[in-house]
């Protein structure tokens, strides 16, 4: 197992993709510790992860907010004393469909703090505890859209935000064998989408994605699920600084 002994933290762990990351991470033999705003879809989660053998724990945190993010790490810190990976998925998109002339001061500020400040956050005091015991994997949600996007403003910046701020980290931390990389993924099929946009027309954008994207089809979960544990494993102890596009070849 790719995982073993290792504590490992997976925020957005009640959604599509961080719910994939955190069930692969268990699978791998690593103790998971599940944290999201959504605390009964984390303890689902968590309860599959237990019914197929796996270990962890399921925390309640909205991760904007400064106090319950370091309440999250002292919890941690408390029960294990230690954290070897923290995969930070938490975000999404609050303002998916503006124009140039219509970004709202109210959404765009959601989206830096839901993405850019949760994740500039938990590192912050993934690095306290990191630091000392001299090992740690970081790995940030980016998204492809960090290129930029026609009709994603504040949401590409945000994570734009997140490329430049994992690569700042990297180069911090290496000296202390701390590796920092971000995953870009294209569209991802998720149950957020078809929530959102209803069955039918989710439906037609997943199609009409998927025959733009040179490998035919969209991502799935599990696709950044791999990504996410090869990062976070020893096999890829002289990766840092990267961004990783899961993305079927779309933008090439
Ligand atoms: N699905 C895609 O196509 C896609 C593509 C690129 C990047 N991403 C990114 O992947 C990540 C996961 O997205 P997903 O597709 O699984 O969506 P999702 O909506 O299923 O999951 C997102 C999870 O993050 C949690 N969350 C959001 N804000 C939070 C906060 N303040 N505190 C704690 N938890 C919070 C939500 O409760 C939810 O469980 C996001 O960062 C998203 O931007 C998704």
Known sequence: MRLN???????GSAGGIGSATARRFAREGATVILADRDF????????????????????AADLTDETQVVALFSAIREKYGRLDILVNVAGGD???SATVEGIDVELMSRNFDMNLKSCILCCREATKIMKPQAYG???????????GSPGQFSYAASKGG???FTRSI?????ASSITANALAPAIIGVEAFPRALGEERWKAMAEAT?????LGRIGTPEDVASAALFLAS??????????????GGARL
């Open 234 to 247: 020893d096999e890829a102890s002289f990766i840092t600084g990267q961004v990783l596009e899961i993305s």
């Open 137 to 147: 994997r970081i790995v940030n949600m980016s998204s492809l859209v960090y290129r």
């Open 94 to 96: 609050a303002e998916p």
């Open 210 to 214: 998927a025959a733009r994207y040179p």
């Open 162 to 164: 997140i490329f430049s």
């Open 170 to 174: 990297a180069m911090a931390l290496g």
């Open 5 to 11: 002994q290792k504590i490992a933290l997976v925020t």
């Open 40 to 59: 009964d879809g984390c303890r689902r989660v968590l309860d599959g992860i237990v019914a197929e053998g796996g270990a962890g724990t399921a925390h």
